[in-house]
């Protein structure tokens, strides 16, 4: 028996399930599977906040709409939750407790299920104890599916995001203890959609105070090189002082050193 028959049987065997759904390769696999086994018992909840860009949105909201699956959309307002928008280390806890208590709410009875995978056991991830603590279950991690494993099967059923850049919530591109504010994030996201809009793939834009610390993949290193006066200049007039290429190159968790 494969990992995805695997899959499927878990979720037969929960019969009606609410899939929090970012509109990323992982919840898209698990609702797409999720669909094709329990059909209209199943319902998309994603919420919507300052710390997930519009795009991500956007995307989410098509690929329910053109797989006729029912998609719950609720607006977050992400810096209000205590101790938040003071970006402490557990701030990724804080912010997914909260979440997830009104996903459980929306949930119209059926049970919760979420996306993390395999590879999310292995990374500093404290939003997985407000997963645990609430009782969320996690499929994916169930059927022992790793994301290599998740962007196959993606592929091999046609969905869109395969081979779609990974994706984390823009809070994640701050260092712990620096306040969060609406247009603090809204300058990393304009930041990223220019490198996206630039040819970039899988990027991030980190910020340390005035400091874009910009992390592409090492192949593209000449590109943004060759770009470098343009790239420059348009993140100094989103507030960044100065722009620096991490020589590292794109990994993910870069910021979980200083936690």
Same mark, same amino acid.
């Not at 006729?68 to 806890?93: H, M, S, T, W």
């Not at 998740?150 to 995001?161: A, Q």
């Given at each position: 028996?494969?990992?995805?028959?695997?899959?499927?049987?878990?979720?037969?065997?929960?019969?009606?399930?609410?899939?929090?759904?970012?509109?990323?390769?992982?919840?898209?696999?698990?609702?797409?599977?999720?669909?094709?086994? &329990?059909?209209? $018992?199943? %319902?998309? +909840?994603?919420?919507?906040?300052?710390?997930?860009?519009? @795009?991500?949105? #956007?995307?989410? /909201?098509?690929?329910?709409?053109?797989?006729?699956?029912?998609?719950?959309?609720?607006?977050?307002?992400?810096?209000?939750?205590?101790?938040?928008?003071?970006?402490?280390?557990?701030?990724?806890?804080?912010?997914?407790?909260? &979440?997830?208590? $009104?996903? %459980?709410? +929306?949930?119209?009875?059926?049970?919760?299920?979420?996306? @993390?995978?395999? #590879?999310?056991? /292995?990374?500093?991830?404290?939003?997985?104890?407000?997963?645990?603590?609430?009782?969320?279950?996690?499929?994916?991690?169930?059927?022992?599916?790793?994301?290599?494993?998740?962007?196959?099967?993606?592929?091999?059923?046609?969905?869109?995001?395969? $081979?779609?850049?990974?994706?984390?919530?823009?809070?994640?591109?701050?260092?712990?203890?620096?306040?969060?504010?609406?247009?603090?994030?809204?300058?990393?996201?304009?930041?990223?959609?220019?490198?996206?809009?630039?040819?970039?793939?899988?990027?991030?834009?980190?910020?340390?105070?005035?400091?874009?610390?910009?992390?592409?993949?090492?192949?593209?290193?000449?590109?943004?090189?060759?770009?470098?006066?343009?790239?420059?200049?348009?993140?100094?007039?989103?507030?960044?002082?100065?722009?620096?290429?991490?020589?590292?190159?794109?990994?993910?968790?870069?910021?979980?050193?200083?936690?």
């Amino acid at each position: 028996m494969t990992k995805l028959d695997n899959l499927k049987n878990y979720l037969c065997g929960l019969r009606s399930v609410a899939v929090a759904y970012s509109g990323g390769v992982d919840s898209t696999f698990l609702l797409k599977v999720a669909h094709n086994v &329990l059909g209209e $018992n199943i %319902l998309a +909840l994603t919420a919507t906040s300052k710390f997930i860009p519009r @795009s991500e949105l #956007d995307a989410a /909201k098509k690929f329910c709409a053109d797989n006729k699956i029912r998609q719950v959309i609720f607006e977050a307002d992400v810096l209000k939750i205590a101790g938040v928008a003071e970006n402490p280390v557990n701030r990724c806890y804080l912010c997914k407790r909260e &979440l997830f208590k $009104n996903f %459980l709410r +929306l949930a119209e009875g059926k049970i919760l299920v979420e996306g @993390s995978n395999m #590879d999310d056991t /292995k990374d500093f991830r404290p939003g997985m104890k407000a997963i645990a603590e609430l009782k969320v279950k996690s499929p994916l991690i169930s059927a022992e599916l790793y994301k290599a494993e998740i962007r196959e099967l993606s592929r091999e059923m046609n969905l869109p995001t395969w $081979n779609k850049p990974s994706m984390a919530c823009l809070a994640s591109r701050f260092v712990y203890g620096e306040t969060l504010t609406a247009p603090k994030l809204a300058a990393v996201e304009a930041a990223e959609d220019f490198l996206l809009s630039a040819g970039f793939k899988q990027m991030r834009v980190r910020v340390h105070g005035n400091i874009a610390r910009i992390e592409i993949l090492p192949e593209q290193f000449d590109m943004l090189l060759s770009l470098r006066e343009k790239i420059s200049a348009r993140l100094k007039t989103l507030g960044f002082d100065y722009v620096t290429l991490d020589l590292q190159g794109y990994r993910t968790g870069s910021m979980n050193l200083n936690k």
